[in-house]
């Protein structure tokens, strides 16, 4: 059995260039690797500068045709898409487990979350409609209209590998756009995969290219993605070092460019909260895909009055938790993507207890060993704990006491992040106060999830530009024009 059959490809380990399947051109390869098991699942090319030019002509010379088709036949290959997306969604959910480590039922949930934008902007790509407005000068009539931006570079993370990707493509296809799609060093199977639907799903040459590639790759690929100037927009989902690169790079060509980098969230537990609630929000926001998410919960802030309460029961259902492989049954907790995350969060631990924090459940690597953490709660974590002040990336909640909704609000609004917080009252007006506070771009108030195609989802301050989902998201992929008629 060769090694994409092993993994479970719905299609070749290669890269996809103007609707061909391409290896790199000097042939060479980098092993992807299952994080719970170390194992090698295929080899992908090495793509580089070259490589990434021909996607980007290719995008470009498919541009005129794509843009010229209807809004409904462009909608009904996204439909089409979506469907085999979840026709396959088993197969997918599974090598999205060996790829990226998270348990099986989250992958089958991410198959069809993504899935979603694709029938979402499938139906908006319908409704981009323009403007007609009353003239503004003697003898004239002036129209708006909304025109595709023109080719798209996409870069994605490894923490949602399907979704990451339908949630830029969709938008952007329906919109008219090609684009070139750059995703994940740790997870380029699953782009793969996504891919190989792309194409029984009828999605024209050119429209959809995928260049992959190892980590040193990255900059030369992002490098052609930011400064040819055919392509028009960048759409990055990573951390805020590497988007902040990016949009410098991308300045020089003056590229429309829409990120989604990292967070800190605050989960905020008032004094009239209804615990029961809390804890279910937390251990959702807190320890889906081991914390490896840009709006998992990294800063736990608790009312004097029910932190004891919160703390214990926040601990009992952390240490209920199934640490194992995502293809266990029962798994709650996978592995973390690599080493470095594990550095991270030890390195987190650390520095919150010699700052004073309690390590209440948890704290060490799990005998499993590999990349398998125990999860874990820290009480009494400094503001200034390393923590709370940078996004942690790993299944370890940092509980700090407040005493009043003024310092809460404070402590929140206390970084230069600003993508998601989360609070939890009974007190409708506190509810208007407190939203209407927070520095961030989502706001979830007694829950602990709120991601859907239909929403919009993005940051406000260092967490990014742009929105995706939503009615936004495919404004960010359209440009308006103007049409001024005289004579009239
Ligand atoms: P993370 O910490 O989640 O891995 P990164 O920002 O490093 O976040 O990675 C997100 C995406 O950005 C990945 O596809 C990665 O390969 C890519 N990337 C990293 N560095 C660069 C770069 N210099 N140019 C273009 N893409 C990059």
Redesign the pocket.
Known sequence: MSAPDRAGLLGPALGYVGGRWTAADDGRTFPVTDPATGQILAEVPRMGARETVRAIQAANAAAPGWRALSSDERGQLLRTWAALLIDNRDQLARLLVREQGKPLPEAAQEVTYAASFLDWFAEEGRRAYGDVIPAGLPGTRMTAVREPVGVGAC?????FPIAMITRKAAPALAAGCPIVL?????TPLCALAVCALSERAGIPAGVFNVVV?D?ED??A???E??TRPEVRKLS????T???S??MR?AADTIKSVSLELGGNAPFIVFDDADLDVAISAAMAAKFRNAGQTCVSANRFLVADSVYDDFLAALAEHTAALAVGNGLDPGTDVGPL?DQAAIRKIERHIADAVHRGAKVVTGGEPHRLGGTFFQPTVLADCPPNAEICCEET?GPVAAVTRFNDEDEAVRHANKTPYGLAAYFFTRDTRRVWRVSEALETGIVAVNTGAFSSPVAPFGGVKQSGLGREGGREGIGDWMETKYVCHGGI
Do not use: C, D, R, Y
């Open positions: 870069i994605t993370p490894w923490n750059k995703p994940a060093e740790q590639g980590a990255a900059p690929v992002g490098l993605l930011t990055f989902t990573g951390s070092t590497v988007g690169l990016l790079q993507i990336f």
